[in-house]
């Protein structure tokens, strides 16, 4: 849940973690809350198969919160 957070950045890199002949990528969102700057932020991490017209994800969203 993101109630009060901003999106603060989206990186996106390879990932090792694919289906066999995959091209996958892992995609980092980050959110912040922009009035509790103090607030630790929330960072979600999911990989995605780009191989087919249709992307899928591939595995679970990993989610974590980190100091700013």
């Known amino acids: 849940v993101t109630l009060g957070l901003s999106l603060d950045s989206i990186t996106l890199g390879r990932s090792t973690y694919c289906r066999p002949d995959g091209h996958c990528r892992e995609i980092t969102l980050r959110f ?3 009035e509790k ?3 630790a932020a929330r960072v979600f991490r999911f990989t995605i198969d780009v191989i087919d017209v249709m992307p899928v994800t591939v595995g679970d969203i990993r989610s974590w919160w980190i100091k700013r």
Do not use: E, G, S
């Open 37 to 39: 700057t103090r607030r």
């Open 32 to 34: 912040i809350d922009p």
